[in-house]
């Protein structure tokens, strides 16, 4: 099974979650309030997605909520 493309645009208080399946098609967006439950809104992805965060000022927090993170 090929991985899901997860992009997050990241922002104070809420952030923008976009998903595209491995064909290119653009699926549901979603807006997240920020909490320590967050990342779990890319759990639909399923195993192993590919995610990029908008660079930020908040690049810390989001390397900090990746659990498998590369750098």
Same mark, same amino acid.
Do not use: F, Q
């Given at each position: +099974? &090929?991985? &899901?493309? =997860?992009?997050?645009?990241?922002?104070?208080?809420?952030?923008?979650? =976009?998903? +595209?399946?491995?064909?290119? &098609?653009?699926?549901?967006? &979603?807006?997240?309030?920020?909490?320590? +439950?967050?990342?779990?809104?890319?759990?639909?992805?399923?195993?192993?997605?590919?995610? =990029?965060?908008?660079?930020?000022?908040?690049? =810390?927090?989001?390397?900090?909520?990746?659990?498998?993170?590369?750098?």
């Amino acid at each position: +099974m &090929e991985p &899901e493309y =997860v992009g997050i645009d990241l922002h104070r208080r809420r952030s923008v979650i =976009v998903r +595209m399946s491995p064909d290119g &098609e653009l699926l549901p967006r &979603e807006k997240i309030d920020n909490s320590a +439950m967050a990342p779990a809104a890319i759990a639909p992805a399923g195993p192993n997605p590919k995610v =990029v965060v908008e660079a930020t000022y908040g690049w =810390v927090l989001g390397g900090r909520c990746s659990p498998g993170r590369r750098r």
